[in-house]
């Protein structure tokens, strides 16, 4: 009976290497995704806190616009906007925007501060080289850019 068992276990010895051969590449890369998911989603809600927080001061005067963002960024890690305008700024690194902007009330009309901020995540995890691997070159380089928008009236 001992001898059975171990014909049993020496035959089948290699089959759960090959099936974590198998099987594990596909969840390295799901575990990449759902960490590059949590990163990307987090950094969206920063942001989009930050122009809100920055529209709010830019339409009140009680502070700059960008030391409002800042308020707001500098904890999450992102670093101090540059005031250009661009919307895809570089890795690493995000912009803010300020425009006045006229909203039609009624018969009358008001003034509203926008803010935009844009932040260029990069990954933290191969996914991205991964992806472009699998996908071709389709644009989705070493890292994604968040956009937000937010505005206030006076």
């Known amino acids: 009976m001992l001898s059975w068992i171990r014909r049993r276990v020496s ?11 198998l099987v594990f590449p596909f969840f390295l890369a799901l575990v990449m995704g759902i960490i590059e998911f949590g990163r990307v989603l987090y950094f969206k809600q920063v942001i989009t806190n ?8 830019s339409a009140t005067g009680f502070e700059s616009y960008i030391s409002a963002a800042n308020r707001v960024l500098n904890p999450a890690g ?26 039609p009330v009624g018969a009358a009309s008001t003034q509203a501060h926008q803010v935009d901020i844009a932040y260029s995540a990069a990954y933290i ?6 992806l472009n691997l699998i996908v071709g070159d389709a644009g989705l380089g070493s890292g994604i850019t968040l ?3 937010a505005v206030m009236r006076e």
């Open 50 to 57: 930050a122009a809100r927080e920055s529209s709010r001061a």
């Open 125 to 130: 995890t191969p996914l991205g080289a991964l």
């Open 11 to 21: 035959a089948e010895g290699g089959n759960a290497a090959v099936e974590l051969a």
């Open 147 to 149: 956009t937000s928008s």
């Open 78 to 103: 992102i670093p101090t906007p540059s005031a250009s305008c661009s919307s895809s700024p570089s890795e690493g690194s995000a912009s803010i925007c300020r425009t006045i902007v006229t909203i």
